[in-house]
């Protein structure tokens, strides 16, 4: 069965492509096949003036015709859509999604902060890592930040922020708003019997785990990130690009990224973070298996 999920966030959009095979002995591999991603930023006119403009529109709706062709050409099965942060707070929004469907066929679903912050249970990570540890997952993106926490094996807590880095970029998040986020940690990321370890999901924290040379599986300190974030917030953008190999759209949003891990993980008590390389799209690829698998 081949699937495909596609997530619209406030910084880009990404495609990814994957193939599900059934074994005989009863489990079930994901081969990806592609993965895109396209930063187009709604973010930045979302945030800003309310509503997404007519260049970025033009962008979202050439990529998704895009998206709509390579999929054709994969021969998926089944797709699911669905648009975050930006595309939930633009004022035009509606008629964007109409003049996607007219032009690729389609269907875009605008998902709660909520459900965002709940797909990675989809992906069933949990299942690998020690039980007898209590794991939050931290998902930033560039219009909110996704906190859920994960214990006894349990799902018991989640939670969406609007606090993003291109909301930061534009100087929209206030300290009303770390406050709110601080003391809602605090009041409800507090688990005393377990070790609380990070799970640290998105493009930034999956950069700096790169810089850091460590095999796939192996935590990353958050002193480390903490230690990343003062050599960055020194450098211009330029030169962030020429000493990490940073493609713009990357050297300018990573330090706010890392400033919101960090002040997360000293909030929650973290001192260690596992960084899987899963994201939304991942947990829409297995939450579409799982609908099929049932039916």
Same mark, same amino acid.
């Given at each position: 069965?081949?699937?495909?999920?596609?997530?619209?966030?406030?910084?880009?959009?990404?495609?990814? %492509?994957?193939? %599900?095979?059934?074994?005989?002995?009863?489990?079930?591999?994901?081969?990806?096949?592609?993965?895109?991603?396209?930063? /187009?930023?709604?973010?930045?006119?979302?945030?800003?003036?309310?509503?997404?403009?007519?260049?970025? #529109?033009?962008?979202?709706? #050439?990529?998704?015709?895009? /998206?709509?062709?390579?999929? &054709?050409?994969?021969?998926?099965?089944?797709?699911?859509?669905?648009?975050?942060?930006?595309?939930? $707070?633009?004022?035009?929004?509606?008629?964007?999604?109409?003049?996607?469907?007219?032009? &690729?066929?389609?269907?875009?679903?605008?998902? !709660?902060?909520?459900?965002?912050?709940?797909?990675?249970? #989809?992906?069933?990570?949990? $299942?690998?890592?020690?039980?007898?540890?209590?794991?939050?997952?931290?998902?930033?993106?560039?219009? !909110?930040?996704?906190? !859920?926490?994960? &214990?006894?094996? *349990?799902?018991?807590?989640?939670?969406?922020?609007?606090?993003?880095? %291109?909301?930061?970029?534009?100087?929209?998040?206030?300290?009303?708003?770390?406050?709110?986020? #601080?003391?809602? %940690?605090?009041?409800?990321?507090?688990?005393?019997?377990?070790?609380?370890?990070?799970?640290?999901?998105?493009?930034?924290?999956?950069?700096?785990?790169?810089?850091?040379?460590?095999?796939?599986?192996?935590?990353?300190?958050?002193?480390?990130?903490? !230690?990343?974030?003062?050599?960055?917030?020194?450098?211009?953008?330029?030169?962030?690009?020429?000493?990490?190999?940073?493609?713009?759209?990357?050297?300018?949003?990573?330090?706010?990224?890392?400033?919101?891990?960090?002040?997360?993980?000293?909030?929650?008590?973290?001192?260690?973070?596992?960084?899987?390389?899963?994201?939304?799209?991942?947990?829409?690829?297995?939450?579409?298996?799982?609908?099929? *698998?049932?039916?």
């Amino acid at each position: 069965m081949r699937l495909a999920a596609i997530d619209i966030g406030s910084n880009a959009a990404r495609l990814l %492509i994957a193939e %599900i095979i059934e074994k005989e002995d009863g489990t079930v591999e994901t081969n990806k096949l592609n993965l895109i991603r396209v930063p /187009f930023r709604l973010g930045m006119d979302v945030f800003n003036k309310g509503k997404i403009g007519k260049q970025r #529109e033009k962008m979202l709706v #050439e990529t998704l015709q895009a /998206f709509g062709h390579l999929m &054709s050409a994969y021969s998926v099965d089944k797709y699911r859509a669905c648009a975050t942060s930006a595309m939930r $707070d633009a004022k035009n929004s509606k008629e964007i999604l109409q003049a996607v469907k007219r032009t &690729s066929k389609l269907d875009i679903e605008i998902i !709660s902060g909520d459900e965002e912050a709940s797909l990675v249970f #989809e992906t069933h990570i949990t $299942d690998k890592l020690d039980a007898s540890k209590s794991y939050l997952y931290i998902d930033v993106g560039g219009g !909110s930040t996704e906190l !859920s926490l994960f &214990s006894d094996g *349990r799902h018991i807590y989640r939670k969406s922020f609007n606090i993003g880095t %291109i909301r930061l970029l534009s100087g929209l998040v206030k300290e009303k708003d770390w406050d709110n986020m #601080e003391r809602e %940690i605090k009041e409800q990321v507090n688990d005393k019997e377990h070790e609380l370890i990070g799970i640290g999901s998105g493009g930034n924290i999956n950069k700096v785990f790169s810089l850091t040379k460590k095999k796939d599986g192996k935590m990353i300190s958050v002193s480390t990130l903490k !230690s990343y974030l003062k050599d960055m917030e020194k450098m211009t953008v330029g030169e962030r690009m020429k000493e990490y190999n940073f493609k713009e759209d990357r050297a300018d949003v990573i330090v706010p990224a890392l400033e919101i891990y960090t002040k997360v993980a000293r909030w929650a008590g973290i001192h260690e973070m596992y960084v899987p390389k899963i994201g939304v799209a991942d947990g829409l690829i297995h939450q579409l298996y799982e609908t099929e *698998r049932r039916k």
